[in-house]
Nanobody, 125 residues
Framework: QVQLEESGGGLVQAGGSLRLSCAAS????????MGWFRQAPGKEREFVSR????????YYADSVKGRFTISRDNAKNMVYLQMNSLIPEDTAVYYC??????????????????WGQGTQVTVSS
């Protein structure tokens, strides 16, 4: 497992932007696919985006496609989520997750074996 710590959440008006960061510890970061998930009050945790080990392959939930961009910097053990054109429905706790080494990226949260504590994103209308 790796230790993950998210940052960058906050309160923003609709239409605004935020950039979430996730710092990973450990030497196996570059061997792991990474994902972002979110959980709104009273709702189940849902997939937002995932990125392959190299960063070449990315995938997004339909609800964020065209507005969010996931990226990673393996030299810095960091993964990012740039969120633009935010809407109130994006309000949630956002979690960074790491998959086991050398597994394919996936939307399934059950596959990820390391999770951060989450960072709150609140979008006001």
């Amino acid at each position: 497992q790796v230790q993950l710590e998210e940052s960058g959440g906050g309160l923003v008006q609709a239409g605004g932007s935020l950039r979430l960061s996730c710092a990973a510890s450990g030497r196996s970061f570059s061997s792991r696919a990474m994902g972002w998930f979110r959980q709104a009050p009273g709702k189940e945790r849902e997939f937002v985006s995932r990125i392959s080990r190299s960063g070449v392959s990315t995938y997004y939930a339909d609800s964020v496609k065209g507005r969010f961009t996931i990226s990673r910097d393996n030299a810095k053990n960091m993964v990012y989520l740039q969120m633009n054109s935010l809407i109130p429905e994006d309000t949630a706790v956002y979690y960074c997750a790491a998959g086991p080494p050398f597994t394919m990226p996936t939307m399934d949260p059950a596959v990820y074996d390391s999770w951060g504590q989450g960072t709150q994103v609140t979008v006001s209308s």
